[in-house]
């Protein structure tokens, strides 16, 4: 299988606890990106890589947040002093991007964090 | 502030019939869309995109089309299967913008026998 995978699918933690996610993109992308899903809603923008720089941060990711791409391939997110506002489906999805200005990008199947 | 609106939560149609998912903008720097399906439990599913200089792209069953001065788009799915039940986003993106993908509500087609 060659998409996109990440680990765990699931996450149960405490209130204060910290949490590491991690995601392999699709091997031949160069963009990889990680969005926050509630229920009811769209998925969120939180921040993306192009190669190893993160380019961009939303202002939904708070100084508990960080994220590294460490060599331009895989990526992890950890949440430090974990809240139960923190509970929500962690995605992450990659794209190319080449010569072409508009690149589709593919979701992994998410991490569903519950913090108690 | 909500940039992409689907204002329909919820569409229920006929196995065979044609779906109709509606989705707007309000930001005219948005210049590439996107169409996503998600089955629970699992992450989105691309489906089909369009850019702005365009007004219409179909593939197979699913036609998109833009109306860059209503910024309106909809997704038809012709005819409807039981199969494309689901939630269905909408999603829009600037250029310059790393492909930043800025996602509506999500709508969630039921296509019943």
């Known amino acids: 299988d060659t998409g996109v995978s990440q680990d765990p699918r699931h996450k149960i933690t405490k209130r204060g606890q910290n949490v590491t996610f991690r995601c392999d993109p699709i091997?031949?992308?160069?963009?990889l990106y990680w969005y926050r899903q509630t229920l009811g809603q769209g998925p969120e923008f939180l921040t993306y890589?192009?190669?190893?720089?993160?380019?961009?941060k939303s202002r939904l990711l708070s100084d508990r947040f960080s994220a590294e791409r460490p060599k331009g391939s895989f990526s992890t997110l950890e949440i430090q002093r974990t809240e139960q506002g923190d509970s929500a489906m962690y995605l992450c999805a990659s794209s190319f991007s080449g010569v072409r200005s508009y690149n589709e990008q593919f979701f992994g199947p998410g991490t569903r964090l519950t913090v108690l | 502030d909500q940039q992409v609106k689907q204002n329909s939560p919820s569409l229920s149609v006929q196995e065979g019939r044609i779906s109709i998912l509606n989705c707007d903008y309000t930001?005219?720097?948005?210049?590439?869309f996107l169409w996503y399906k998600k089955y629970p439990a699992e992450g989105p599913t691309f489906l089909i995109s369009i850019s702005s200089i365009k007004d219409k792209n179909e593939d197979g069953r699913f036609t998109v089309f833009l109306n860059k001065s209503a910024k309106h788009l909809s997704l038809h799915i012709v005819p409807s299967q039981p199969g494309d039940s689901a939630v269905y986003f909408c999603a829009a993106s600037a250029i310059g913008r790393g492909g930043k993908l800025i996602f509506g509500q999500g709508t969630e087609l039921s296509v019943k026998p």
């Open positions: 930001n005219s720097m948005f210049d590439y």
């Open positions: 091997s031949e992308h160069n963009r």
């Open positions: 890589f192009q190669n190893e720089a993160q380019l961009e």
